[in-house]
């Protein structure tokens, strides 16, 4: 064998290497130095690495280490980045969108008159000034009681005649009945039903006490209007014939209240009252002294306080007697309540709700595209330093990884 | 889904490399030199390969894909730390050889000694030679696998260990000849 045939019988793995090769090749490494060198070499390396034994830490290190990673994976393998990046972007679109939707933004334009819940206080001074001076007058009757029974002896000379003039009053009365009817209209038509209720209280001679509107007619905020009419009693009836007209009416209530004992006390006492005041003039102009002048003075100056207060409280009997209360909410309604009031058929109260419910989405697809338009300019400037931001990590990251590959 | 499939990726993947645990080991045990080195190389390959198991297709032997890939770990290590391999600086640091934890029986003292030669002729070995050394001469691979590890040419595998064997023969027998002077000028000075 030469060192020719020994190299390559060497560089073939020794699995394959017949006994007879192998004996050739150490019968030519007695012979020649080299070969026995590298033969030397080739054994004594195979021995070293079947005689090394692995480290059990090393086992059993690599084997903690693949298991950690793969619990680090599965925990992280939950999207948790993605799903907290799309609920805020939810969040803020829904946001955005339900700030745009209940400014209004979204129906600007449309409703403009209507979109601000909206008084109108057109309250007749003279009808509650009876109830609410009365209230007052009592309180300040009582404080100056000491001054009214001061004259004890004018007083006195009066109290017969008071009474008298009482049971005089009494003889043919007409009753005093004060009317409150309150009712709901249920309307889809709500505009239109709107102008009409106006139209009715101007056309029976009433008029709109105080007027309150809210909602904008939108899905979710349907108006309402809250009427405090006055109608003439004579007239109620009528005007209340045509008001059930306008809607489908609900809640309705009616109330009498006869006033005419309180009324007529106080037309009694009113009139014994001017009757006192009347001698009292006659007696102030028969005085002699400055004691009685003063006196007189001061019992003429309360009879007139009484005056004024039961011709106030009259007045406010006169006036919710003549004209009754009615208290009028009319109520803007959906299809879907629509449905259900008229109790119509499966497939209508579908459609109804079908149409609800993309008039709704309308509505919030609207307020959404507005909304966006008006972030527009946000949107821009956040996307402007978000990509300014990634581009400095990536280059950061780039050289980074440039830094590593040159090491 | 199958049975296998059901398994984790982390069984799966030691189930596979298992009966390769110990080649890996000796393979950056050779290449690093040190045992503390060579562990960590050889933890960091078996992670490596861990983490890039789902896209081995089995298109390759997968000894030949786990070897690749810590040959590439060890390199990589190499290169790290330039310089920490070379001899000298390996015995400054407490360098032994392998194997001389071994007994030392009087009969294996010469066998020993050559080993520990060995491991340092080796040791000074440059890198691309080392690898293609232990590879072929420890692991006894063939050359086409040597040469798929290290995706390099068949011709080139030979040309490099033709070149590191020169190396180890001329390493070794100058080692022997230095010993050889010595112990003659011992035995002068004691004659």
Same mark, same amino acid.
């Given at each position: 064998?030469?060192?020719?045939?020994?190299?390559?019988?060497?560089?073939?793995?020794?699995?394959?290497?017949?006994?007879?090769?192998?004996?050739?090749?150490?019968?030519?490494?007695?012979?020649?130095?080299?070969?026995?060198?590298?033969?030397?070499?080739?054994?004594?390396?195979?021995?070293?690495?079947?005689?090394?034994?692995?480290?059990?830490?090393?086992?059993?290190?690599?084997?903690?280490?693949?298991?950690?990673?793969?619990?680090?994976?599965?925990?992280?393998?939950?999207?948790?980045?993605?799903?907290?990046?799309?609920?805020?972007?939810?969040?803020?679109?829904?946001?955005?969108?339900?700030?745009?939707?209940?400014?209004?933004?979204?129906?600007?334009?449309?409703?403009?008159?209507?979109?601000?819940?909206?008084?109108?206080?057109?309250?007749?001074?003279?009808?509650?000034?009876?109830?609410?001076?009365?209230?007052?007058?009592?309180?300040?009757?009582?404080?100056?009681?000491?001054?009214?029974?001061?004259?004890?002896?004018?007083?006195?000379?009066?109290?017969?005649?008071?009474?008298?003039?009482?049971?005089?009053?009494?003889?043919?009365?007409?009753?005093? $009945?004060?009317?409150?009817?309150?009712?709901?209209?249920?309307?889809?038509?709500?505009?239109?039903?709107?102008?009409?209720?106006?139209?009715?209280?101007?056309?029976?001679?009433?008029?709109?006490?105080?007027?309150?509107?809210?909602?904008?007619?939108?899905?979710?905020?349907?108006?309402?209007?809250?009427?405090?009419?006055?109608?003439?009693?004579?007239?109620?009836?009528?005007?209340?014939?045509?008001?059930?007209?306008?809607?489908?009416?609900?809640?309705?209530?009616?109330?009498?209240?006869?006033?005419?004992?309180?009324?007529?006390?106080?037309?009694?006492?009113?009139?014994?009252?001017?009757?006192?005041?009347?001698?009292?003039?006659?007696?102030?102009?028969?005085?002699?002294?400055?004691?009685?002048?003063?006196?007189?003075?001061?019992?003429?100056?309360?009879?007139?306080?009484?005056?004024?207060?039961?011709?106030?409280?009259?007045?406010?009997?006169?006036?919710?007697?003549?004209?009754?209360?009615?208290?009028?909410?009319?109520?803007?309604?959906?299809?879907?309540?629509?449905?259900?009031?008229?109790?119509?058929?499966?497939?209508?109260?579908?459609?109804?709700?079908?149409?609800?419910?993309?008039?709704?989405?309308?509505?919030?697809?609207?307020?959404?595209?507005?909304?966006? $338009?008006?972030?527009?300019?946000?949107?821009?400037?956040?996307?402007?330093?978000?990509?300014?931001?990634?581009?400095?990590?990536?280059?950061?990251?780039?050289?980074?990884?440039?830094?590593?590959?040159?090491? | 889904?199958?049975?296998?499939?059901?398994?984790?990726?982390?069984?799966?993947? +030691?189930?596979?490399?298992?009966?390769?645990?110990?080649?890996?080991?000796?393979?950056?045990?050779?290449?690093?030199?040190?045992?503390?080195?060579?562990?960590?190389?050889?933890?960091?390959?078996?992670?490596?390969?861990?983490?890039?198991?789902?896209?081995?297709?089995? +298109?390759?032997?997968?000894?030949?894909?786990?070897?690749?890939?810590?040959?590439?770990?060890?390199?990589?290590?190499?290169?790290?730390?330039?310089?920490?391999?070379?001899?000298?600086?390996?015995?400054?640091?407490?360098? +032994?050889?392998?194997?001389?934890?071994?007994?030392?029986?009087?009969?294996?003292?010469?066998?020993?000694?050559?080993?520990?030669?060995?491991?340092?002729?080796?040791?000074?070995?440059?890198?691309?030679?080392? +690898?293609?050394?232990?590879?072929?001469?420890?692991?006894?691979?063939?050359?086409?696998?040597?040469?798929?590890?290290?995706?390099?040419?068949?011709?080139?595998?030979?040309?490099?260990?033709?070149?590191?064997?020169?190396?180890?023969?001329?390493?070794?027998?100058?080692?022997?000849?230095?010993?050889?002077?010595?112990?003659?000028?011992?035995?002068?000075?004691?004659?």
């Amino acid at each position: 064998m030469d060192c020719r045939t020994f190299s390559l019988l060497l560089d073939t793995p020794e699995a394959e290497r017949t006994p007879e090769q192998v004996r050739e090749m150490e019968a030519h490494a007695a012979e020649c130095r080299d070969c026995a060198l590298l033969l030397a070499i080739q054994r004594e390396m195979r021995c070293m690495d079947e005689e090394e034994e692995i480290p059990a830490a090393f086992s059993a290190s690599w084997r903690e280490r693949i298991r950690a990673e793969e619990e680090n994976k599965t925990m992280s393998r939950f999207p948790w980045k993605k799903i907290l990046a799309y609920a805020a972007a939810f969040v803020f679109v829904a946001v955005g969108t339900a700030v745009s939707y209940n400014n209004g933004w979204g129906t600007a334009g449309k409703t403009a008159n209507q979109t601000a819940a909206r008084t109108t206080y057109t309250n007749d001074g003279a009808a509650d000034y009876g109830v609410t001076s009365g209230t007052y007058l009592n309180s300040k009757a009582a404080g100056t009681s000491a001054s009214y029974e001061a004259p004890m002896m004018l007083a006195d000379s009066f109290a017969s005649e008071e009474m008298a003039a009482e049971e005089a009053s009494g003889v043919e009365r007409e009753a005093k $009945i004060v009317r409150t009817v309150n009712f709901t209209v249920r309307t889809q038509q709500y505009e239109q039903d709107y102008d009409e209720i106006r139209m009715l209280v101007e056309e029976y001679g009433g008029r709109i006490e105080s007027l309150n509107t809210s909602g904008d007619g939108t899905a979710y905020s349907l108006r309402r209007a809250n009427y405090t009419l006055r109608i003439p009693s004579q007239r109620l009836e009528a005007f209340l014939d045509a008001a059930k007209g306008v809607g489908n009416v609900s809640n309705y209530s009616e109330s009498s209240e006869d006033v005419s004992e309180n009324y007529y006390d106080m037309q009694s006492r009113l009139e014994t009252q001017e009757a006192k005041l009347q001698r009292l003039n006659e007696m102030l102009a028969k005085a002699k002294n400055i004691s009685d002048l003063i006196e007189l003075e001061e019992a003429i100056s309360d009879t007139q306080y009484w005056i004024d207060y039961y011709t106030g409280r009259m007045r406010g009997y006169d006036s919710r007697v003549a004209d009754s209360y009615v208290y009028i909410t009319l109520r803007e309604i959906n299809n879907a309540d629509a449905a259900e009031q008229k109790e119509l058929s499966l497939g209508e109260r579908i459609v109804n709700a079908v149409k609800a419910s993309l008039e709704a989405a309308g509505e919030m697809l609207q307020a959404f595209v507005i909304f966006f $338009i008006a972030a527009l300019p946000w949107l821009i400037v956040l996307a402007g330093i978000v990509l300014v931001i990634r581009a400095v990590v990536r280059s950061r990251r780039k050289h980074r990884k440039a830094a590593e590959k040159a090491e | 889904m199958s049975l296998l499939n059901r398994r984790s990726k982390a069984e799966r993947f +030691e189930a596979a490399v298992m009966q390769h645990e110990r080649g890996i080991y000796l393979l950056c045990l050779r290449m690093m030199g040190r045992r503390e080195d060579a562990e960590d190389c050889a933890q960091e390959a078996l992670l490596n390969a861990y983490r890039s198991y789902d896209s081995f297709r089995g +298109e390759a032997d997968i000894k030949t894909w786990l070897y690749r890939i810590a040959s590439n770990t060890c390199m990589s290590a190499l290169r790290k730390h330039r310089g920490d391999s070379s001899l000298e600086v390996l015995r400054e640091e407490g360098f +032994e050889p392998t194997d001389t934890r071994m007994p030392q029986p009087e009969r294996e003292a010469e066998r020993n000694d050559l080993r520990t030669r060995l491991s340092e002729a080796i040791a000074a070995l440059p890198d691309d030679q080392r +690898e293609i050394v232990v590879l072929r001469e420890y692991q006894d691979l063939p050359y086409d696998q040597i040469a798929s590890i290290l995706e390099i040419s068949e011709g080139t595998v030979k040309s490099r260990l033709n070149r590191a064997r020169e190396k180890l023969k001329k390493y070794l027998t100058d080692v022997e000849q230095i010993g050889g002077k010595r112990v003659q000028e011992n035995e002068g000075r004691q004659g």
